[in-house]
């Protein structure tokens, strides 16, 4: 019993650290006009103690149920490597390379990851270390654009496939997925945020339905997408 006490202690701390030393980080999304050069984030150390962190931008692309992260020289991040004292902020501006106007928009994941100390390389015991993710796009001249998206469950030997298609040239944030049967039940398929559809890119995920769920045609897709209530048909091949 004590040795479990100790374990939930230990855990219960681990916890409290990592909340201590969290960045807050705004926006946590940023949105690129065409034809500007640069913009910033914010990070907020909140804690008591100095955070040491690295900041790189890799190219987002997206491939089946894989979002894909290359490096990239497109985009950089000034600085690299941050100092935050407690209680302190750093600015860390993101500067494109080639400030012309692309021809679509474009998908940038920012990567902040937490490192130990530098000067404090005899601690012992566990490091404990975070990565954030901020999502980056790069608008093209004009009007916004929109997502156009199609949806499809396809069923394979592991299961269920929410199969998303966008053929627009904006990429649609999803959330709050429910499937809409023809007796008008819903379905919750996830409570948050599903994920992305990048503009040009299909997307799938993995997703858990009842057994007796009624699947007959019509079938409907209720969700917010961009943070926007919307509703699509579905399509569905039930075969293995």
Not at 58 to 68: H, T
Request: aromatic share 4%.
């Amino acid at each position: 019993m004590r040795r479990m006490a100790l374990g939930v202690a230990l855990s219960l701390a681990a916890v409290l650290a990592v909340h201590a030393s969290s960045l807050q980080i705004s926006p946590v999304m940023v949105d690129l006009p065409a034809g500007q050069a640069a913009t910033g984030i914010s990070l907020r150390n909140p804690g008591d103690q100095p955070l040491f962190g690295q900041v790189r931008v890799f190219r987002w692309d997206q491939s089946g149920d894989d979002d894909v992260l290359e490096p990239t020289e497109e985009v950089v991040a000034s600085p690299p490597l941050i100092r935050i004292p407690a209680q302190g902020e750093q600015l860390v501006r993101l500067i494109r390379q080639q400030p012309g106007n692309a021809a679509g928009e474009r998908s940038y994941r920012v990567l902040v990851d937490e490192i130990p100390n530098p000067e404090n390389n005899t601690a012992s015991g566990v490091t404990i270390r975070l990565r954030y993710s901020v999502p980056v796009f790069v608008e093209p001249p004009g009007q916004p654009g929109t997502p156009q998206l199609t949806w499809h469950l396809q069923r394979d030997a592991q299961g269920w496939l929410l199969r998303v298609s966008n053929r627009g040239n904006r990429r649609g944030q999803l959330s709050s997925v429910q499937l809409v049967t023809a007796d008008g039940r819903a379905h919750p398929i996830n409570q948050g945020l599903l994920g992305y559809a990048l503009a040009g890119r299909t997307r799938q995920w993995r997703v858990a339905l009842k057994e007796d769920i009624d699947l007959q045609a019509p079938l409907k897709i209720r969700a917010n997408i961009n943070a926007q209530p919307a509703e699509a048909g579905l399509s569905i091949d039930p075969r293995q």
